[in-house]
């Protein structure tokens, strides 16, 4: 998270190719992100590998923002799926739901996963586009090797 600044970004500019993303908040603080943490773990601390690539990869698309003071990160856990793509589906447990797993970059695909999500709740059954993201293909193995699929930048 940046200092503030005067508005400059108006949408969440997202790229695959430095794995990135930037957005700004309402206060004008740019809302920076990238890739999760190579090592398994519960811990909720960052790390200035992390901080280094991310800013790296922020100043590759945007060299102006190398004059700005950082404030804050935030380091905590990511519910990321073994495969990278999200779950959206029923659970063996009547009229029980989820839509989880999206690690850093599901709230691009809001409109879109709610949109499916809804259609399942409503008629009980998967959309025919989240069909394949059950919770089952874990215990089946067919997951998903399509990371693009999760909407996230690694």
Same mark, same amino acid.
């Given at each position: 998270?940046?200092?503030?600044?005067?508005?400059?970004?108006?949408?969440?500019?997202?790229?695959?190719?430095?794995?990135?993303? +930037?957005?700004?908040?309402?206060?004008?603080?740019?809302?920076?992100?990238?890739?999760?943490?190579?090592?398994?773990?519960?811990?909720?601390?960052?790390?200035?590998?992390?901080?280094?690539?991310?800013?790296?990869?922020?100043?590759?698309?945007?060299?102006?923002?190398?004059?700005?003071?950082?404030?804050?990160?935030?380091?905590?856990?990511?519910? +990321?799926?073994?495969?990278?793509?999200?779950?959206?589906?029923?659970?063996?447990?009547?009229?029980?739901?989820?839509?989880?797993?999206?690690?850093?970059?599901?709230?691009?695909?809001?409109?879109?996963?709610?949109?499916?999500?809804?259609?399942?709740?409503?008629?009980?059954?998967?959309?025919?586009?989240?069909?394949?993201?059950?919770?089952?293909?874990?215990?089946?193995?067919?997951?998903?090797?399509?990371?693009?699929?999760?909407?996230?930048?690694?």
């Amino acid at each position: 998270m940046s200092e503030p600044v005067k508005p400059i970004i108006d949408c969440v500019v997202m790229s695959n190719a430095v794995h990135v993303y +930037v957005s700004q908040s309402d206060k004008g603080e740019l809302v920076i992100g990238a890739g999760i943490d190579v090592f398994i773990g519960y811990g909720q601390r960052g790390s200035f590998h992390m901080i280094e690539h991310q800013m790296g990869a922020l100043l590759e698309l945007f060299p102006v923002f190398s004059r700005l003071r950082m404030m804050r990160q935030w380091g905590g856990i990511v519910d +990321v799926t073994p495969d990278a793509s999200p779950i959206i589906s029923k659970t063996p447990i009547d009229n029980l739901f989820i839509n989880c797993g999206w690690g850093t970059g599901g709230f691009k695909a809001t409109p879109g996963s709610g949109w499916v999500f809804a259609h399942t709740i409503a008629k009980d059954e998967p959309h025919p586009v989240n069909a394949p993201f059950t919770l089952e293909r874990f215990t089946s193995g067919h997951l998903i090797d399509e990371h693009a699929a999760a909407a996230v930048a690694h």
